[in-house]
């Protein structure tokens, strides 16, 4: 028989996980989580399924004046762009969250762990990035957009030769809380197979 303390403790994560919500990126506010509480979240983090233990991600992270200063940058080059009044405004949605993690998918092609599951991984570091911040008190957003995907961005995280970015993870206090939204019901979206 398992004893009270799991039980309460699996509660306790499950009402965690129910309430979980993404507060909208200018809401993410200072204080951010301190040089342990983001070791923590980073340990959260790398807790996910990892076929063949390839650990296909790595992990940038951006605080403090380097992430004013990447702004920054991502705001010029966002300047240069046909699409230059759309794309900067989704990068000031950088600005105000006091820790940036961006996952880099770094899939190892050719591996026999199929590059579909390494990619897969690097989404559950971005999910468990965003559950770890919840349950540790603070909230977080998952994005992409155009910096994800411009190669000139990209280059001002250092990437590799065949790494992506998966998602970035912004990180603080929410200033305040979003409004809860529809969500998919399960029973549109599920079936059980019949034998």
Known sequence: MASIAPL???????AVLTRRRSPMPDALVAPGPNREE?????????RVP???????WRLVLIAG???QRWVEKLLELAGQREDAPKTRVSTRKLASAPLVVVVVSSAIPG???????QWLSAGAVCMNLVNGAHALGFGANWLTGWHAYDGRAT???GLEDGQKVAGVVLIGNVAAEAPERPRARAADVTRWLEA
């Open 8 to 14: 309460l403790s699996a509660a306790s994560a499950a």
């Open 38 to 46: 983001t070791e923590r979240l980073i340990e959260i983090a790398l």
């Open 50 to 56: 990892d076929h063949g233990r390839l650990s296909p």
């Open 65 to 67: 004046e380097a992430k």
């Open 111 to 117: 591996h026999k762990v199929p590059e579909w599951e």
């Open 155 to 157: 280059a001002l995280l």
